[in-house]
């Protein structure tokens, strides 16, 4: 489990697509302090550590992984938001989020609203019924709040303190993001269906 609160920008060192997809990604985590096996999320899609270095570590993709997400589309070079899993006794600054991505958003505006970003995004259509204003998603791993929603299309605010800390102040038009919906939606719309 997650916050959706980004603690770390890491960048990709090197990948390679064997049977699977293998990353290493560049952290200013202290990496003596993760083990093998530790869940990590790297752009919102949770992911297990399988080796270490000082500075980095490694993870292994499927091509399951890379057909649901957008990480197919890193390269070398790639700066990447991680958060490192929720511990007992943590605060929750966010909400609850899994790192389990339900689909992949597509960046279609972007406007500047006094300090802030105004950035509309599309969701899939069978994932756009879940965002609702006021509600929460994760995007590309972080927390954050629907400002509107327009159909598929829904408009997220990103103060400068968001863009500092996390990718958003790189985001342009055409970006695939990593979508996850509130978990809370998610139910609520099951015992709907159910009722």
């Not at 400068?160 to 800390?165: A, M, Q």
């Not at 038009?173 to 996850?180: A, C, K, P, Q, R």
Request: hydrophobic share 40%; with cysteine; charged share 25%.
């Amino acid at each position: 489990m997650f916050t959706g609160i980004i603690t770390d920008i890491g960048t990709v060192k090197e990948l390679e697509q064997t049977g699977d997809l293998r990353a290493r990604i560049a952290t200013g985590y202290d990496t003596d302090r993760i083990d093998i096996g530790a869940s990590i999320a790297s752009d919102g899609v949770c992911l297990t550590v399988i080796g270490l270095g000082a500075g980095w570590y490694d993870v292994q993709i499927s091509a399951e992984t890379v057909s649901k997400t957008n990480l197919g589309g890193w390269d070398v070079g790639s700066r990447v938001n991680l958060e490192r899993a929720l511990r007992v006794g943590d605060e929750l600054g966010g909400h609850i989020v899994s790192g389990h991505v339900d689909g992949v958003a597509e960046v279609v505006g972007i406007e500047d609203e006094g300090d802030s970003t105004r950035v509309t995004l599309r969701a899939p259509a069978e994932l756009a019924r879940f965002i609702a204003p006021k509600g929460s998603v994760a995007l590309n791993g972080t927390s954050l709040t629907v400002n509107d929603v327009r159909g598929c299309d829904f408009g997220i605010n990103f103060i400068p303190h968001t863009k500092e800390v996390t990718t958003w102040g790189d985001v342009a038009i055409g970006d695939l993001v990593n979508l996850e919906i509130d978990t809370l939606a998610r139910y609520v719309a099951r015992l709907a269906e159910a009722g």
